[in-house]
Every structure is written in C-alpha cells, then in structure tokens.
C-alpha cells in the first residue's frame, strides 16, 4: 500500500510539473484570447483584455443582526425564555422586550442548563456549552483480541464512558460466531458484561468477483480479475479455473486464512502463463477448516471477452474520447471512469484556466452515460460549463482492426452568472456550446491506431460568438453543424492522441468549416496508467487557432481513476 501511494504521489508530482512546463510552453498570439476572454466576461467579442479585473458596484452590506441570540453547543437544543417554548438553538428572538429574561435550555442526554439575560441593546449574543449525561460500561470479552463495537463505534474491552441511552453491542473474532445485544447506559451507572464467543463452524459465506467479464488484454490492473471470498475462521483451500469442458486450466494454492475477508487477483492465463481464448470459464473454490476434514465448495462464472474494452479517455468536450473528438466506444455495464482535468495560459496581467470535473459508466450492453462540469477561471469572469451526455454503439470491431460506429445525444450549457449583463457564454472553449446536439462518431481501429471522425448537428436558443451592443446574448432558434476528428495511439499503458473540432456558420446561411473568424480547436494529450494502480496521468496541449496572426494555446494534465 506504501508503495501505490508513493507511485500515486510521484506521478501527481509528474503530473503537476509537466502541466506546469507545458503551461510555461503556451502560447499566444493576435486577439483570439483576449476575444475569447472578453466574451466570457460578457462584453463583447472585440478588443484585449485589461491589465486587471473590471469593478464592479460593492454588494449592499448584510443587514445587521436584531435581538436576542441563542447559540448552544450542540446545536438543536430546545430555548424556553420566561417559561415559553420559543424554538430550537440557534435561536433569535426578535420581539423581545428589554430587560431580564430567564433563558432556559434542554436537549435529549444533556443536563438542563439555565441562566438570565439582561437584554438592553438592539443585538445581544447569549451562548451556552450544554453537559452531556454519561454513564458506564464495564466489559471483558473471550477471546481478548475481539473487536467490540457499541452504535458502531469501536471501543475497548475494560470500563468505557459512554453518553447515556440505548445502544447495540457487537463482540466478533475470526473464528467465532457473532455476538450482539441491546443495551442501555444510564447515567451515573455502570453497566457490567462478560462476552466469551463460541467457535464458529467454518463455511464459505460469499465467494464473487467484481465483474462478470473481464478482456485480459486492458492494461495494467485493468485487465486482471479480482476475485472475492468471505471465510468465517482459519483454514485453506485452492482455486480452479475450468473452461467450457470442465478441464482445468489453472489452479492455485490460496493462502491460509487469517481474516474473514480473502481477496485474490488472476492474470486470466492458464497454470503455463498462456493467454486464455474468449469463453465462459468457470471459477471453482475448494476450502476446508482447520482440524475439519470437511471440504466446501463454491463456484461462479465469468466470460472472457476481449470487446470489453476499457481505456482512459478525455470529456473536455462534454463526452467520452479525446479532447476534441468523441470515439464510438463505449464503456462495458459496471465500469466508470473519474478524471478532472485543468489547463492554464497566461499573457501579461491576464489568464485563462478552464477546469473539469468529468465522470463516465458503462449503464448496458451498448450504452455509456458521461457527464462533466467545469470553470473557465480567468483574470475577467470565472463562468461555468456543464454537460450531459448518452452514447448508444450500434457496431463494435470482434478483433483488433474495424469499425465502429454510435449515436450520441448531449445536452450542455456554458453560463456566466457575474459577468455584466451576465448569461450564456458567446464562446466555445471547450467546443461544447450550450444546447442540444446530435452526433454520429466514426471509429477506425487498425491495431494500436485509432482514427476518429464525428459529425453532428447542435440547436441553441443562443447565437454563438454573436453580443447585443448592450453585452447581452444575443438569443434566437438557430442551428450549426460540428466537424471533430483525431487520431490515438494504444500502446499498452500509454495512450496519445491529437484532435480537432470546427463548426460551421447559424445554418443555413453557409456550411463552409473554418470560417473566419470564428476559432477552431486543437489539442493534443497523453494518458499513463500508473503500474499497479487504476490511477491515470495526463498532460494535454489544449487551444483556439483562427489563423497564423491569431490563436492561443495552454497546457496542463490531471488524474483519472478507472475502473
């Protein structure tokens, strides 16, 4: 475990400097950012940035507190002034009038406190730290190193101080049979009890894995299955891989058990390190108990199957691929995949840093559901974008060359709620306008290589890159198409790739792609899957580029965890 989180700790650290030398590596040039920038502030496409924030009016100071305070410590205490109930702590009695008033506070095993209160001003603040009713419990257990727990928290075997009501006790060790009782703490009494466990018989009470498929040629640990028993005292036992025709192919000694739960991992090859063909296998677990000559059995089943893919992919632009560029993939039922990801430019007195918090599931046989939110933190605004998105895979390649294909539905938004004349964003930073979109991604696979194609059409009630002279967006049913395309390379831990998306004019006035001047987007990445770990690293290349005279590129990296 020291180990991961060592391995952990050096990629973040790699993460974090190659973000950071990639970012010192950016670069921009004409006015794209500076357009981009002012837009997202909300006031129009045109101009550079200042050298420092817009003002803006001072926010009207929050009214001051008026009357009586009551603030206790816990929290929800009942508060009765003068003999009346008033309400629960805190508590602020506005109409009181002024002059003495007897406070008095009550809680469910706490001591009643009272007190008086001169109030003579428009605001007074009176706090009380309530005494807890504590009571004790004197216990001895057999054997000495049971856990015993009461309401869930841990405590140890001797005399214990304890809040005063009901709790449930529980007394467990391997090897023995639970034990588990009511009982009641009541103040200024000790409660007495001796517990001796009674030798459980020895049974297999769950043996599972995770997943019911697993493609043994996903890097890393992702490819591995894990595999799950649950034991109720010492004993041995062995696993046995069987295929389709009941012959072993694997076997393997397990360790002796010292703790109720086992867990164990298998590469998916046979007893001679050969990989395993596509099939249902059988996982078959044989156990007995020391000193018992009875032998336990389990079995459960798993598939092989090498179309369960699962690899580290961006959600940049609102859905699962690349950057840019959408792939037809989709996740097998019960995976996910959580990455945040965050670039950085700056030019002069002002920055832009887009960051995303992203998350993607396998919910079927053919359908992966990914979502993401993001800031666009800048020296101007700090807006926000977030998405949705369903991906439906209508063709799969059965090897490792052909093509995919999928439908992907996405609705988003990009909202600056505090810039002046504030609303949905004009720009596109992360080529995830807000409205709905229809796509259809294209996906060749030739071995290691992918390439990526994705065509789709987006509706808004919003023109992009278009202001009203008053900073407002300019709104309006309108529609355009995006182009996105890229191209990755697999190579077994490691992934790289590059992308790029482009839109056309508000249809139908024109499907001309890369029209000036509205900025198309290119990036590039790469993705390492940390050995012996589901953490991933990435360092991406992200920006606009309208021409030669005007773009602007920034870096940065983040973490994943898949699974």
């Not at 650290?13 to 500076?34: E, F, N, P, Q, Y």
């Not at 008086?116 to 309530?130: G, I, K, R, T």
């Not at 600056?416 to 696979?445: H, K, W, Y």
């Not at 360092?539 to 983040?558: H, I, T």
């Amino acid at each position: 475990m020291k180990t991961k989180c060592a391995r952990a700790l050096a990629a973040l650290a790699l993460c974090v400097a190659a973000g950071l030398l990639l970012s010192s590596c950016a670069t921009s040039k004409g006015a794209t950012l500076g357009k981009v920038m002012a837009a997202e502030a909300g006031g129009g496409t045109g101009g550079n940035p200042p050298s420092k924030p817009s003002e803006r009016p001072a926010p009207n100071p929050p009214e001051s507190k008026q009357g009586l305070e009551i603030v206790t410590d816990p929290d929800n205490a009942e508060v009765w002034i003068d003999g009346a109930f008033r309400g629960l702590s805190p508590y602020i009695a506005e109409d009181l009038p002024r002059g003495w008033h007897k406070i008095m506070l009550r809680k469910t095993g706490y001591y009643e406190t009272s007190g008086w209160a001169d109030f003579e001003s428009d605001y007074m603040l009176y706090q009380a730290s309530l005494v807890q009713m504590i009571g004790y419990l004197q216990i001895s257990v057999s054997p000495q190193n049971s856990i015993v727990s009461v309401g869930g928290q841990e405590i140890s075997p001797g005399l214990n101080t304890l809040a005063v009501g009901d709790y449930l006790l529980r007394v467990r060790s391997f090897g023995y049979s639970d034990y588990q009782e009511s009982i009641t703490i009541q103040e200024k009494s000790v409660t007495t009890l001796s517990v001796s466990l009674q030798p459980a018989e020895f049974s297999i009470s769950s043996f599972s894995v995770p997943k019911p498929g697993i493609n043994p040629d996903n890097p890393g640990l992702l490819g591995v299955l894990d595999v799950n028993l649950f034991v109720t005292g010492p004993g041995t036992g062995e696993l046995r891989i069987l295929n389709e025709g009941s012959v072993e192919v694997f076997s393997k000694a397990l360790p002796e058990f010292t703790a109720w739960d086992q867990s164990f991992s298998w590469n998916v090859r046979d007893s001679s390190g050969n990989a395993l063909p596509d099939g249902t296998y059988t996982l078959a677990v044989k156990a007995q108990g020391d000193g018992s000559e009875t032998q336990i059995e389990r079995e459960t089943a798993i598939r092989v199957d090498r179309t369960l893919k699962i690899a580290p992919r961006s959600m940049w632009s609102g859905s699962a691929g690349l950057l840019y560029a959408p792939v037809a993939e989709v996740l097998p039922a019960g995976d996910f995949q959580v990455s945040f990801l965050g670039a950085g430019i700056a030019a002069g007195a002002a920055f832009q840093a887009p960051v995303q918090l992203g998350a993607r599931i396998g919910v079927g046989e053919s359908i992966e559901v990914d979502a993401s939110a993001g800031l666009i933190i800048s020296s101007l605004a700090t807006p926000f974008a977030a998405s949705v998105s369903a991906k439906w895979n209508l063709l799969s390649p059965h090897g490792s060359y052909g093509t995919s294909t999928a439908v992907l539905a996405k609705l988003a938004v990009q909202y600056n709620p505090s810039a002046p004349g504030g609303g949905v964003l004009m720009t596109d930073t992360f080529a995830n306008f807000t409205g709905l979109s229809i796509e259809m991604p294209f996906q060749l696979t030739l071995g290691a290589m992918n390439l990526m194609l994705s065509a789709g059409a987006t509706g808004s009630l919003w023109y992009p890159y278009r202001v009203n002279p008053d900073n407002t967006p300019t709104q309006g049913a309108v529609g355009w198409l995006y182009l996105r395309g890229g191209a990755m390379l697999e190579a077994g831990s490691l992934m790289v790739g590059i992308s790029a998306s482009t839109r056309t004019e508000p249809l139908p006035g024109g499907i001309a792609f890369l029209s000036s001047p509205i900025p198309f987007q290119l990036g590039a990445e790469a993705h390492w899957l940390i050995p012996g770990t589901r953490l991933l690293v990435t360092v991406m290349l992200a920006g606009e580029y309208e021409d030669s005279d005007n773009y602007y590129f920034m870096g940065g990296g983040g973490l994943s965890f898949l699974y």
